[in-house]
T-cell receptor, first 113, second 112 residues
Framework: EAGVAQSPRYKIIEKRQSVAFWCNPI?????LYWYQQILGQGPKLLIQFQNNGVVDDSQLPKDRFSAERLKGVDSTLKIQPAKLEDSAVYLC???????????FGPGTRLTVL | EDQVTQSPEALRLQEGESSSLNCSYTVSGLRGLFWYRQDPGKGPEFLFT???AGEEKEKERLKATLTKKESFLHITAPKPEDSATYLC?????????????FGIGTKLQVIP
């Protein structure tokens, strides 16, 4: 089966600019996650969707980050405006069961200058 | 607050030199513990889930074990292709859904 797809793979922006990331989960997977992984750290959950509803966004900086999952399939994560500390890899993951965390995409590496 | 500590942060082994990676945790109500492998420039690759103390799982040269306070990832006779960062994560339940907290990982280098 095809894996989790993410785009773009790399993005460089100036601080205060906006950026959006896209994720296409594995077909049929109801649960979708966005994680932030800063260099040298483990992934940190930003938001979890079950179908197109938000289950957990407690660690999402809502003043600048937003995410949506239309029709319970693809998802986009947006940062507006970006800060230097947002430089990280943004990972999307999906699972068929809300109690599993098995399939990660390759990530989008964001550099904020 | 859930805490996951992995040690060592980095480990360098000769090919064939067996060793273990440690993941210690402090959580309320552990539901499961995950191990992942992450290669540079890639997302984590799922290896194992452990649910109860005493449980063991194996895959090729890797064996994961779980106690009430920590988990070990044993690597037997490693090869250079085992070089990667190994991440441990703990799973708890919150509001009816899982919450997963990751450690910072152990970067393993296996030298031919």
């Amino acid at each position: 089966e095809a894996g989790v797809a993410q785009s773009p793979r790399y993005k460089i922006i100036e601080k205060r600019q906006s950026v959006a990331f896209w994720c296409n989960p594995i077909s049929g997977h109801a649960t979708l996650y966005w994680y932030q992984q800063i260099l040298g750290q483990g992934p940190k959950l930003l938001i979890q969707f079950q179908n197109n509803g938000v289950v957990d966004d407690s660690q999402l900086p809502k003043d600048r980050f937003s995410a949506e999952r239309l029709k319970g399939v693809d998802s986009t994560l947006k940062i507006q405006p970006a800060k230097l500390e947002d430089s990280a890899v943004y990972l999307c993951a999906s699972s068929r069961d809300r109690n599993l965390l098995e399939y990660f995409g390759p990530g989008t590496r964001l550099t904020v200058l | 607050e859930d805490q996951v500590t992995q040690s060592p942060e980095a480990l360098r082994l000769q090919e064939g030199e067996s060793s273990s990676l440690n993941c210690s945790y402090t959580v309320s109500g552990l539901r499961g513990l995950f191990w992942y492998r992450q290669d540079p420039g890639k997302g984590p690759e799922f290896l194992f889930t452990l649910y109860s103390a005493g449980e063991e799982k194996e895959k090729e040269r890797l064996k994961a074990t779980l106690t009430k306070k920590e988990s070990f990832l044993h690597i037997t006779a490693p090869k250079p292709e085992d070089s990667a960062t190994y991440l441990c994560a703990v799973q708890v339940y919150s509001g009816g859904y899982q919450k997963v907290t990751f450690g910072i990982g152990t970067k393993l280098q296996v030298i031919p």
